[in-house]
Every structure is written in structure tokens, then in C-alpha cells.
């Protein structure tokens, strides 16, 4: 087990463009979180899933936003037509329901700046 | 909903010295309290945890925390620092219940100087 991972872990787009984003979460944890940390900011939530189904969803997640985990394995996360205030870290947590009290244990994250 | 204030954005102090990292919570429900550690574009690795029990909580590369319900207060603790310390630290809570997601403070930069 390595963990979760991340891919890709930097991303350089032009505003408008559409970006998506992968995590791949701790093997047998069922639970998934995508957080968007900004400079100098701590973490802020956007969206969670137990298996493939999304439970809740933050007021940041926009209507440009959508998250997705089809098998509840791996995850995306897609951004259309980017603007420059997206810019920022998105990180991945993962974490087992009943388990360890759902400790989240977070990937290296995906550096997005919009240019 | 929760929310964390973490006191000092900017924690200097000289190497094998001892330091506080402070962090404290508001809740209408009880809590678990966590501490992560990032170092330069990284993401967040577990210090450590207070789910019940102890109030004194000891984690990794020597660092513990201690709960205050009184204070609502989870404050970070070191005895000597290493240079390798140097990285931000982020206080986090999440509420029993439903509620799912971590709370962070919006971080402590530690600075360790030789």
C-alpha cells in the first residue's frame, strides 16, 4: 500500500480551458475528499464520496466543478473553463467508515495555476 | 459548524529550543481534533490524534498535544526542535455526527534557525 497518489501533481492551463484531476485512494478505504487549499490558507472542503455515491458537496464546489467516482475506486475531479481563481492546491483524502475513527490521510496534492 | 484559529501564522525559534503551536476550536458538538504537517509542496501528513480517552496525545518526530475541553484548546508540543521541523503545521477538527469534513486553522509556519 503507497498510499494515496495524485495525478498529475502540476498543472499549467490557460483561462477557459477545461481541467480534470485524479486520485487514487488507500486501497480499502471506502470514503474519498477533495479539498482546494489556496496560498497561505489551510484546506477548505469541497465534496465527499462513500463508495461511488457523492454525499456532500460544499458552496465552493461551483457549477463548473464536478467530482466523480464511478466504481468508488478511483476519483476525478474536473474544472470547466478555468479562471484564474482557481488557481491553487487540490488534494485527496481517503479514510475507511468506522475505521481509525475515518482518519483522513491525504495525497501530495495537484498544483493547478491558470494563467 | 466547526472553526479553528491558529494563533501564530509565523513561529521562529532556534534550533534544540522548545515550542508551542497553538490551536484552538468552536464546536456545538464534540469533537476530534488533528494536527498535519506540510512541508514544501506537499501535501498533509498526520502528526497526530485526539479521538477519546488521554487528553495528552503523542505523535510522530517527537511532537504531542494535549486537550483542553475547558479551553478548547489542542496546542502542539515539542521539546527540541530540529532543523527538519521547519514546515507548516495545520490544526484540524471534526465534529461527531454526520458531518464528515475537517475544519482547518489556516496554519502555523514553523521556522526552525541553526
Known amino acids: 500500500d503507497t498510499g494515496v497518489s495524485q495525478d498529475p501533481r502540476h498543472k499549467i492551463t490557460k483561462r477557459g480551458q477545461n481541467v480534470t484531476f485524479r486520485c487514487d485512494p488507500i486501497?480499502?478505504?471506502?470514503?474519498l475528499y477533495w479539498y482546494r487549499q489556496t496560498l497561505g490558507q489551510g484546506p477548505e472542503f469541497l465534496t465527499y464520496?462513500?463508495?461511488?455515491?457523492?454525499?456532500?458537496k460544499s458552496r465552493l464546489l461551483s457549477d463548473r466543478f464536478s467530482a466523480e467516482r464511478p466504481k468508488g475506486s478511483f476519483s476525478t475531479l474536473e474544472i470547466q473553463r478555468t479562471e484564474q481563481g482557481d488557481s491553487a492546491m487540490y488534494l485527496c483524502?481517503?479514510?475507511?467508515?468506522?475505521?481509525?475513527?475515518?482518519?483522513?490521510?491525504f495525497g501530495p496534492g495537484t498544483r493547478l495555476l491558470v494563467l | 459548524a466547526q472553526s479553528v484559529t491558529q494563533l501564530d501564522s509565523q513561529v521562529p525559534v532556534f534550533e534544540e529550543a522548545p515550542v508551542e503551536l497553538r490551536c484552538n476550536y468552536s464546536?456545538?458538538?464534540?469533537?476530534?481534533l488533528f494536527w498535519y504537517v506540510q512541508y514544501p509542496n506537499q501535501g498533509l501528513q498526520l502528526l497526530l490524534k485526539?479521538?477519546?480517552?488521554?487528553?495528552l496525545v503523542k505523535g510522530i518526530n517527537g511532537f504531542e498535544a494535549e486537550f483542553n475541553k475547558s479551553q478548547t484548546s489542542f496546542h502542539l508540543r515539542k521539546p527540541s526542535v530540529h532543523i527538519s521541523d521547519t514546515a507548516e503545521y495545520f490544526c484540524?477538527?471534526?465534529?461527531?455526527?454526520?458531518?464528515?469534513?475537517?475544519?482547518f486553522g489556516s496554519g502555523t509556519q514553523l521556522t526552525v534557525l541553526p
Open positions: 483524502a481517503s479514510s475507511l467508515s468506522g475505521g481509525d475513527q475515518e482518519t483522513q490521510y
Open positions: 486501497s480499502e478505504h471506502n470514503r
Open positions: 464520496f462513500q463508495n461511488e455515491a457523492q454525499l456532500e
Open positions: 464546536s456545538s458538538v464534540s469533537v476530534y
Open positions: 485526539y479521538l477519546s480517552g488521554s487528553t
Open positions: 484540524a477538527v471534526r465534529g461527531w455526527g454526520s458531518a464528515r469534513q475537517l475544519t
